[in-house]
């Protein structure tokens, strides 16, 4: 059975920091390429971060280029994002996934505000 812990999130002031972690079971995680998604309401999912199998540099959206830090442990089928200097924009569900996943939980909320 497929599943996908987020945790990590809270409520944040701006420019305060979190740690996401993603615990995954079920498939083979150091075969997947691996994202971080941030879902709001009204809006689609938004790839976040993403980690690549054969070490290119991990993919970032715009919006968090030089503030997030994904990574990932083999070992532990763990899936980390480091998120520094939060903006208030950085609000939303975060979830983690390989590219063929299809099911969504709640995931973890970050509020990020004064």
């Known amino acids: 059975q497929v599943e996908f812990v987020d945790s990590g999130g809270g409520l944040v002031q701006p420019w305060e920091s979190l740690r996401l972690s993603c615990a995954t079971s079920g498939f083979a995680f150091n075969n997947n390429v691996m994202s971080w998604y941030r879902q709001t309401p009204g809006k689609e999912r938004e790839l976040v971060a993403r980690?690549?199998?054969?070490?290119?540099?991990?993919y970032y959206a715009d919006s968090v280029k030089g503030r997030f830090t994904i990574s990932r442990d083999n070992a532990k089928s763990m899936l980390y994002l480091q998120m520094n200097a939060l903006k208030p924009e950085d609000t939303g569900a975060y979830l983690c996934?390989?590219?063929?996943?299809?099911?969504w939980g709640q995931g973890t909320l970050v509020t990020v505000s004064l």
């Open positions: 996934g390989p590219l063929w996943r299809t099911f």
């Open positions: 980690m690549f199998l054969d070490g290119s540099p991990p």
